[in-house]
């Protein structure tokens, strides 16, 4: 491995591997068939990267994200790898070229999605190509029982036609054992060595706490931890929402989510890592790339959407080694939202179908036609249109592109934003006028928070809707203003592009996916009920039933989740640090005293009822406890 050695040390200025990195890479470098099944921070793409640059040729990376294309190729790049990947709404004489560079250019790894993979002209270049391996990149999408199963990966193996010599390693983070078996059969992988990493976490407590005042809770856990904390909610106003609530209550708090402009990215990221702003409150879009190694608490203030899910965000914690917590705060609400979510989520078979006609409605597609060309396509535009829910048609997108069906460009739902630059005075002036300026000025202050503070996402279709107007005229408006220097309004110009990749068939090309789509569905579902069953299990050990879950032997419970100590717990006498903390404060609710002392909030509250009982305390008219004296 000294070679190895050498490779990461060059590139990635580590001194060794981690375990098992060392042994999987030795296997890929032996020309064997490899499946790694290692947890979010284990390091994956060293895997394949090392052993690829231990030996001439490219290696051919499949992966269902552009986004995470993009992050590892931008990586290599920066490290002086030569990468390159290919993305939608590239012409046939790019290709051409592309192709050229890579082959003759010494470039060590091409990136593409499964769906290009699909592509005869693409599989005839990759023939020409010195591949010296393939890595199969979130492999888990191969199969129905994965948490994000996309039946384009089904047709991966085509590589294994194309090279038949050319080892393959398929990578994943969290993929229970029916999940493997589907990998290896359906990459149709003899014998293949499989590398797998324990789940279990020593350091990591996973606790689930079933609150009402969830808020109050994440000022507890705000205040008793000094280190870096992750908190993760599901949409992306709450991740403003929070973190401006933890501001105002004195923290340092950053927000993230997919829809920021990169810029804001960057800077919530940096601000982060440098613990300028030490709490993060994202949706499970901040994950990508994290590796902060000294996070002591990741929270979910809502439910995630599968036990993978979970694992990898509350991952993300203790990667230290050191002691580390998972929070997950929820109540009987958010049990009943989650559950509406998923019913609510996927569009049925026919709406697919209807959503799928109108697609071709719109551009007039004749039946039979097939147009190669791409398309520009607006979401919104597109939803008000025809009457449809913009989460029913980007569910139905989403499932078409999966398919091959459709390719869209992953900025097919990017916003318009729009930040006041003139002073509060001035923009109240004009809010005064009677006219439709007006009107539009006070319906954005009214519905946009922080929008003179920063960039803000607007939707013109819904502005426009609830002034009665065409969305042109706002659009007129804003830029009216923005030449005025009121705001700065920046138009979401570039639509997003649409590739149809049949013809038209209509409910013909729907009936041959409808048992792939119900399966998915089915699926979700039952990750979903999974997921449920770990959260209202407190019977037991958190850490035992996710082992069990990924079909691993649990041989004892880990004694600090919230099932074990509730177990074990039992009454300590803290009494002196209560008196104490009294002393110093005079007067303090038991959120308080709870927040400021080290120990389970139920042990604090029988410690203050016996020190009432004792008279050594008292108590006042604002529920606030003080030393009786």
Same mark, same amino acid.
């Given at each position: 491995?000294?070679?190895?050695?050498?490779? %990461?040390?060059?590139?990635?200025?580590?001194?060794?591997?981690?375990?098992?990195?060392?042994?999987?890479?030795?296997?890929?470098?032996?020309?064997?068939?490899?499946?790694?099944?290692?947890?979010?921070?284990?390091?994956?793409?060293?895997?394949?990267?090392?052993?690829?640059?231990?030996?001439?040729?490219?290696?051919?990376?499949?992966?269902?994200?552009?986004?995470?294309?993009?992050?590892?190729?931008?990586?290599? &790049?920066?490290?002086?790898?030569?990468?390159?990947?290919?993305?939608?709404?590239?012409?046939?004489?790019?290709?051409?070229?592309?192709?050229?560079?890579?082959?003759?250019?010494?470039?060590?790894? %091409?990136?593409?999605?499964?769906?290009?993979?699909?592509?005869?002209?693409?599989?005839?270049?990759?023939?020409?190509?010195?591949?010296?391996? #393939?890595?199969?990149?979130?492999?888990?999408?191969?199969?129905?029982?994965?948490?994000?199963?996309?039946?384009?990966?089904?047709?991966?193996?085509?590589?294994?036609?194309?090279?038949?010599?050319?080892?393959?390693?398929?990578?994943?983070?969290?993929?229970?054992?029916?999940?493997?078996?589907?990998?290896?059969?359906?990459?149709?992988?003899?014998?293949?060595?499989?590398?797998?990493?324990?789940?279990?976490?020593?350091?990591?407590?996973?606790?689930?706490?079933? #609150?009402?005042?969830?808020?109050?809770?994440?000022?507890?856990?705000?205040?008793?931890?000094?280190?870096?904390?992750?908190?993760?909610?599901?949409?992306?106003?709450?991740?403003?929402?929070?973190?401006?609530?933890?501001?105002?209550?004195?923290?340092?708090?950053?927000?993230?989510?997919?829809?920021?402009?990169?810029?804001?990215?960057?800077?919530?990221?940096?601000?982060?890592?440098?613990?300028?702003?030490?709490?993060?409150?994202?949706?499970?879009?901040?994950?990508?790339?994290?590796?902060?190694?000294?996070?002591?608490?990741?929270?979910?203030?809502?439910?995630?959407?599968?036990?993978?899910?979970?694992?990898?965000?509350?991952?993300?914690?203790?990667?230290?080694?050191?002691?580390?917590?998972?929070?997950? %705060?929820?109540?009987?609400?958010?049990?009943?939202?989650?559950?509406?979510?998923?019913?609510?989520?996927?569009?049925?078979?026919?709406?697919?179908?209807?959503?799928?006609?109108?697609?071709?409605?719109?551009?007039?597609?004749?039946?039979?036609?097939?147009?190669?060309?791409?398309?520009?396509?607006?979401?919104?535009?597109?939803?008000?249109?025809?009457?449809?829910?913009?989460?029913?048609?980007?569910?139905?997108?989403?499932?078409?592109?999966?398919?091959?069906?459709?390719?869209?460009?992953?900025?097919?739902?990017?916003?318009?934003?729009?930040?006041?630059?003139?002073?509060?005075?001035?923009?109240?002036?004009?809010?005064?006028?009677?006219?439709?300026?007006?009107?539009?000025?006070?319906?954005?202050?009214?519905?946009?928070?922080?929008?003179?503070?920063?960039?803000?996402?607007?939707?013109?279709?819904?502005?426009?809707?609830?002034?009665?107007?065409?969305?042109?005229?706002?659009?007129?408006?804003?830029?009216?203003?923005?030449?005025?220097?009121?705001?700065?309004? +920046?138009?979401?110009?570039?639509?997003?592009?649409?590739?149809?990749?049949?013809?038209?068939?209509?409910?013909?090309?729907?009936?041959? #996916?409808? +048992?792939?789509?119900?399966?998915? #569905?089915?699926?979700?579902?039952?990750?979903?009920?999974?997921?449920?069953? %770990?959260?209202?299990?407190?019977?037991?050990?958190?850490?035992?039933?996710?082992?069990?879950?990924?079909?691993?032997?649990?041989?004892?419970?880990?004694?600090?989740?919230?099932?074990?100590?509730?177990?074990?717990?039992?009454?300590?006498?803290?009494?002196?640090?209560?008196?104490?903390?009294?002393?110093?404060?005079?007067?303090?609710?038991?959120?308080?005293?709870?927040?400021?002392?080290?120990?389970?909030?139920?042990?604090?509250?029988?410690?203050?009822?016996?020190?009432?009982?004792?008279?050594?305390?008292?108590? &006042?008219?604002?529920?606030?406890?003080?030393?009786?004296?």
């Amino acid at each position: 491995m000294t070679n190895a050695l050498q490779i %990461l040390k060059q590139y990635w200025n580590y001194d060794s591997f981690r375990s098992p990195q060392d042994n999987i890479i030795e296997a890929v470098t032996n020309k064997k068939q490899v499946i790694a099944l290692l947890p979010t921070g284990g390091g994956k793409s060293i895997c394949f990267q090392v052993p690829a640059l231990l030996s001439d040729g490219v290696c051919i990376v499949v992966s269902p994200l552009i986004a995470l294309m993009q992050d590892q190729v931008d990586s290599l &790049n920066e490290k002086g790898i030569k990468a390159m990947a290919l993305t939608s709404g590239i012409d046939q004489d790019e290709l051409i070229t592309l192709f050229d560079n890579i082959r003759f250019g010494n470039y060590k790894f %091409l990136y593409l999605s499964p769906e290009r993979l699909q592509s005869v002209f693409i599989q005839e270049k990759i023939k020409q190509l010195n591949v010296n391996l #393939i890595a199969i990149d979130e492999a888990h999408c191969i199969s129905e029982w994965g948490h994000d199963f996309r039946p384009s990966y089904r047709n991966i193996k085509v590589l294994k036609t194309l090279k038949p010599s050319v080892p393959i390693i398929a990578l994943t983070a969290t993929a229970t054992k029916k999940v493997i078996d589907d990998i290896s059969s359906s990459l149709e992988l003899e014998s293949p060595t499989i590398f797998k990493k324990s789940f279990y976490r020593e350091n990591l407590a996973y606790q689930f706490f079933n #609150i009402e005042d969830k808020l109050q809770r994440l000022l507890q856990i705000c205040t008793k931890t000094k280190s870096p904390i992750i908190i993760y909610v599901s949409s992306r106003n709450k991740t403003k929402e929070i973190a401006n609530f933890l501001n105002a209550q004195g923290f340092n708090a950053s927000y993230y989510h997919g829809g920021l402009p990169a810029t804001n990215k960057q800077i919530a990221f940096d601000q982060w890592i440098s613990e300028q702003t030490p709490i993060m409150v994202a949706t499970n879009a901040f994950g990508m790339g994290i590796d902060k190694s000294n996070v002591r608490v990741v929270v979910h203030l809502d439910l995630p959407n599968s036990i993978e899910n979970y694992i990898q965000e509350a991952g993300r914690a203790g990667r230290d080694g050191e002691k580390a917590f998972s929070a997950v %705060l929820y109540n009987s609400n958010d049990i009943r939202i989650f559950e509406e979510k998923f019913k609510q989520a996927f569009p049925s078979i026919h709406e697919i179908k209807s959503i799928y006609k109108s697609l071709f409605q719109k551009y007039r597609i004749a039946l039979g036609e097939l147009v190669e060309t791409g398309f520009e396509f607006n979401l919104l535009e597109f939803s008000n249109a025809y009457k449809y829910t913009p989460a029913k048609v980007d569910s139905t997108l989403r499932l078409l592109h999966n398919n091959g069906i459709v390719e869209v460009s992953n900025n097919y739902n990017k916003k318009s934003t729009l930040q006041f630059t003139a002073t509060s005075r001035q923009v109240l002036l004009y809010a005064k006028a009677e006219n439709i300026t007006s009107k539009l000025i006070q319906l954005l202050l009214r519905s946009y928070g922080g929008i003179f503070e920063q960039e803000t996402n607007i939707n013109e279709f819904w502005i426009a809707q609830k002034l009665g107007i065409l969305s042109s005229k706002v659009v007129e408006v804003l830029s009216q203003l923005d030449s005025e220097n009121i705001v700065s309004y +920046k138009k979401a110009t570039k639509n997003g592009e649409l590739f149809f990749l049949l013809p038209r068939e209509d409910d013909k090309t729907i009936n041959r #996916i409808s +048992k792939n789509i119900t399966a998915y #569905i089915q699926q979700k579902i039952q990750k979903s009920q999974d997921l449920l069953q %770990l959260t209202n299990n407190d019977q037991v050990c958190r850490s035992r039933q996710i082992l069990i879950y990924f079909n691993e032997a649990a041989n004892s419970d880990c004694g600090m989740c919230d099932v074990c100590l509730n177990a074990k717990e039992r009454y300590t006498n803290i009494s002196k640090e209560i008196t104490s903390y009294l002393n110093k404060k005079e007067f303090a609710s038991s959120q308080e005293i709870c927040s400021n002392i080290n120990s389970s909030e139920k042990n604090v509250l029988v410690n203050l009822q016996q020190l009432l009982a004792e008279e050594k305390i008292a108590i &006042n008219n604002y529920n606030q406890y003080y030393i009786n004296s």
